[in-house]
């Protein structure tokens, strides 16, 4: 890890989360005022070869959240959780982890955030209950005569206490990543940082990770977790932020940022073609057509209306409806392009 300094220039108090308009109490019992874990301010950093990795980042992540940081491979949210942990220092902006300043204030902060940054580093030939004793000997704050007992508790939360006696170099990619994660449990952590946590993961390795962040979640820590996986962020997060070429797109809600994206119009008939052509007539927009379907973007009017002009021009309607919008509509709708998973 880079060296820090204890220091810290802005001992000042944390600074409060802006809530939106009308917020709910915050998940884990909080209130929409309690302070933001992590705070950016033109968090902005670029690499010396030139790269502008990350491009003047205003984040919140509210204390008892979920917080997915979402975006395609590249568009920067290794670097940010790299600046967020003190590894490397911002080229300009301001980064507060936990209501203090990082790095400066690496020191304090770091011991009270758990954190699974590019894999876990593990000793292949220790089994994974030495591994745990390692990372625990190698915390000065942690008391040897509770050793046994932490490293017990940490395995027993990640499910491989059976598994303890094994070689890690006999885990499967899961039950590495969730030794990663007991290792960031050994100390009681209000903040925990997992940078791709089901990265390489088949399915059922995937499910017990998400299982296990929701678990985590519901003690009231908040974790802060990157992923370039839609359908994970809408299954495991409570907000999130979307990333685009260094650029935060937009943050906020799970549900309201979905709720943000209109959901495509979706009719289905055995005359498609007419019915594409009267959807047009009456400005639906993004018409395709496959086969007995034809979604669209609905138009700025009652759909009642919709229907009965399509049933006016004779077009056999069989179903008529609105998909739920997705996070996946919400990012082609804020950023104009399709969230291409291979980056
Ligand atoms: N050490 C570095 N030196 C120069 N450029 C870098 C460095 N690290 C990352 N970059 C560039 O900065 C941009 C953002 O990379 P970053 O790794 O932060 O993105 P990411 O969203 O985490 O993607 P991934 O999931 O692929 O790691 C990319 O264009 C990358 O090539």
């Known amino acids: 890890m880079a ?3 204890a220091t810290e220039p802005h001992p000042e108090s944390a600074p409060s989360a802006r809530p939106g308009p009308g917020r709910e109490p915050e998940p884990g019992g909080e209130s929409a005022s309690a302070p933001a874990v992590i705070e950016t301010r033109g968090l902005t950093k670029r690499y010396r070869g030139g790269q502008l990795a990350v491009d003047g980042l205003d984040l919140s992540v ?3 959240s979920v917080f997915g940081f979402l975006g395609p491979n590249g568009s920067g949210k290794t670097t940010t959780i790299r600046m967020l942990m003190g590894l490397i220092e911002p080229t300009s902006g301001t980064a507060r982890v936990l209501g203090r300043p990082m790095p400066g204030a690496a020191r304090t902060v770091l011991p009270r955030v758990g954190a699974l940054i590019e894999g876990p580093a593990l000793y292949g030939f220790l089994s994974g209950r030495d591994n745990l004793l390692r990372y625990d000997a190698a915390d000065p704050t942690a008391d040897p005569r509770t050793r046994r007992e932490r490293v017990a508790a940490a395995l027993d939360r990640v499910g491989l206490t059976a598994a303890a006696g094994k070689k890690a170099k ?16 050994l100390q009681p952590r209000r903040l925990l940082v997992l940078d791709e946590p089901t990265n390489g993961l088949d399915p059922q390795g995937m499910r017990e990770i998400r299982a296990l962040v ?14 370039h996986l839609l359908d994970e962020i809408e299954q495991v997060c409570t907000h ?14 799970v549900a309201d940022l979905a709720a943000g994206a209109r959901g495509r119009l979706v009719v289905t008939t055995p005359d498609p073609g007419d019915a594409a052509r009267v959807l047009k007539e009456q400005g639906a927009g993004d018409i395709v057509t496959a086969e ?15 229907n009965a002009a399509l049933v006016t021009a004779g077009v056999r309607v069989r179903g008529f409806g609105v998909e739920r919008a997705s996070l996946e509509d919400a990012f082609v709708a804020l950023t104009g392009e399709g969230f291409d998973v291979a980056g």
């Open 170 to 185: 006999a885990y499967s990619l899961g039950m590495k990543q969730r030794l990663g994660l007991a290792a960031a449990l």
């Open 292 to 306: 007995d379907r034809v979604t669209a973007e609905p138009p700025d009017r009652d759909l009642a209306e919709l």
């Open 3 to 5: 060296e820090v300094s």
């Open 214 to 227: 929701r678990e985590l979640a519901s003690d009231g820590t908040t974790v802060f977790l990157s992923s």
């Open 240 to 253: 999130a932020a979307v990333m685009a070429r260094g650029r935060l797109i937009t943050q906020g809600r």
């Open 62 to 64: 509210p204390a008892g």
